[in-house]
């Protein structure tokens, strides 16, 4: 059975915002170094692996996927 495929109107998502302010970012990767013994070519090869965003203000890293919010605490009067 194949995945469903759900059509999102992208103009009603909500935008993630840098806490700067602002609304662009450059996407952020790790380079890591595969040593020729684990590479399929046999020499030493380079594996890029996603991190985030950048944002293009103030430099901050933003994860890929949003922070859940916090759950308020609750706290239990004696009484």
Do not use: H, W
Request: hydrophobic share 40%; net charge neutral.
């Amino acid at each position: 059975m194949g995945q469903m495929k759900v059509n999102v109107p992208l103009d009603q998502l909500k935008d993630r915002v840098c806490p700067c302010g602002c609304l662009v970012f450059s996407q952020a990767v790790t380079l890591k170094e595969i040593p020729s013994l684990y590479s399929q070519s046999g020499v030493p090869e380079t594996a890029i692996t996603p991190v985030g965003f950048v944002c293009a203000t103030c430099g901050e890293l933003i994860p890929l996927r949003p922070e859940p919010p916090e759950m308020p605490k609750v706290v239990l009067a004696k009484g």
